[in-house]
């Protein structure tokens, strides 16, 4: 076996006591933890208001999950990294459906480069942004309800489809389709405008 460290040890502790609701032992975690793990998101999502929130959802999972750590698996900062790739990819995948939603398959796109771009932004970008933006709220507020809704769920909320099945009280191909059905018609109004 091999020796821990003190900070293991340390971590360890802090775990114990983050899943018997120690905000304090929590604290502490989050600032030894926070550095790394946002390096690392923004590593691998190339976008810091991402990496924030990304690191939000891992932190809220870390507290949430603490009492099923298991110090046998790994240690607390590789777990951690854990979640936090697993997390990250998990929104990459997000980026490019929405992307390949949007843009369709037969664009010249390729969705890293889609997803890269984000990094360096110039002023007239964000104007563009946020018209952008207003323009596809006004398209989804011309969805039925319950698209509109699944599809805010899933790109503004980063819930899975069975997350969203979950929370709404339907049958996950209800779900997917009602996602489905809400992006062809949110392509075919931004085709429509072009």
């Known amino acids: 076996m091999v020796e821990e460290t003190a900070q293991q040890i340390a971590d360890r502790e802090m775990i114990l006591r983050i899943g018997r609701g120690d905000q304090a032992a929590f604290s502490a975690l989050y600032d030894r933890l926070s550095g790394p793990l946002y390096s690392l998101a923004l ?20 507290w949430s999950r603490a009492g099923t750590y298991d110090p046998e698996q790994s240690s607390v900062f590789s777990w951690s990294v854990l979640l936090t790739r697993s997390r990250a990819i998990d929104r990459l995948r997000a980026r490019e459906r929405r992307l390949r939603v949007v843009v369709g398959p037969a664009s010249d796109v390729k969705p890293t ?29 011309n969805l039925p309800s319950e698209q509109r809704e699944a599809i805010e769920l899933a790109f503004f909320g980063h ?31 931004l085709r429509a405008e072009l």
């Open 43 to 62: 590593r691998m999502l190339g976008d810091a208001s991402d990496a924030q929130d990304l690191m939000q959802d891992v932190f809220l999972q870390i």
């Open 113 to 141: 480069e889609a997803a890269n771009a984000s990094i360096v932004e110039s002023g007239a970008d964000t104007v563009n942004k946020n018209d952008e933006a207003a323009r596809v709220r006004t398209f989804l507020n």
């Open 159 to 189: 819930l899975t489809h069975q997350e969203i099945a979950e929370r709404l009280g339907h049958p996950l191909g209800t779900v997917k389709a009602r996602i489905r059905r809400g992006l062809l018609k949110l392509r075919e109004q």
